[in-house]
């Protein structure tokens, strides 16, 4: 089955930018989504279709995907964007849905 | 209010059974796929059954294939995931999510129902 590989961890000073890389093979083929989690809060969607954002996510956020990883950004990082990331697509081979281990945003 | 409130977990032994449901309100339910993802304790979120709107297209994860079954009730706005032949693996936070047209990202999760599986 179709594997996703994130960081487990990524740390940033507030207002610097964060990255945070999916990869897998031929990802860039795929549509990417990703995913906020907060403790205690269930999932929300950040980015979806590689790119778009939903309404009332801040343009703060940014998603990009080709090659063998899909990067979603955070530019000038604020104390509440400290969460758990997951990236996800649907692997049309096998036909499943698929995440990413997750990678937990600390905001120094 | 758009919503999904998801019910039926609790403690269950070792090779028993559970169902578990999730209610969905606000919008028109049966035009939308939509999945159980779960999350153990202190791990990260694992997608594990998906299910057309129509209800006649199934998805699973290798894992659970043969134990879980997704079914729907459009009717009654009203989404299941039957488990059988529960395993210590499957304890986790059960969350059921909507996904948006054409099979894209889940848009609205639930809050989730918890499965404790222990003897």
């Known amino acids: 089955s179709y594997v996703l590989s994130q960081p487990p961890s990524v740390s940033v000073a507030p207002g610097e930018t964060a990255r945070i890389t999916c990869g897998g093979n031929?990802?860039?083929?795929?549509?990417v989504h990703w995913y906020q989690q907060k403790p205690g809060r269930a999932p929300m969607v950040v980015i979806y279709y590689n790119s778009d954002r939903p309404s009332g996510i801040p343009e703060r956020f940014s998603g990009s995907n080709s090659g063998n990883a899909a990067t979603l950004s955070i530019t000038r990082v604020e104390a509440g964007d400290e969460a758990d990331y997951y990236c996800?697509?649907?692997?049309?081979?096998?036909?499943?849905?698929?995440f990413g281990g997750g990678t937990k945003l600390t905001v120094l | 209010e758009v919503q999904l409130v998801e019910s039926g977990g609790g403690l269950a032994q070792p090779g028993g059974s559970l169902r578990l449901s999730c209610a969905a309100s606000?919008?028109?339910?049966?035009?939308?796929?939509m999945s159980w993802v779960r999350q153990a304790p202190g791990k990260g979120l694992e997608w594990v059954s998906a299910l057309s709107g129509s209800g006649s297209r199934t998805y699973y994860t290798d894992s659970v294939k043969g134990r879980f079954t997704i079914s729907r009730d459009n009717s009654k706005n009203t989404l299941f995931l039957q488990i059988n032949r529960l395993r210590a693996e499957d304890t986790a936070r059960y969350y059921c999510?909507?996904?948006?047209?054409?099979?894209?990202?889940?848009?609205?999760w639930g809050q989730g129902t918890v499965v404790t599986v222990s003897s």
């Open positions: 999510a909507k996904a948006q047209l054409g099979g894209g990202a889940f848009d609205m």
């Open positions: 606000g919008f028109t339910f049966s035009s939308y796929a």
């Open positions: 031929s990802i860039g083929s795929k549509t």
């Open positions: 996800q697509v649907w692997d049309n081979v096998s036909d499943q849905r698929v």
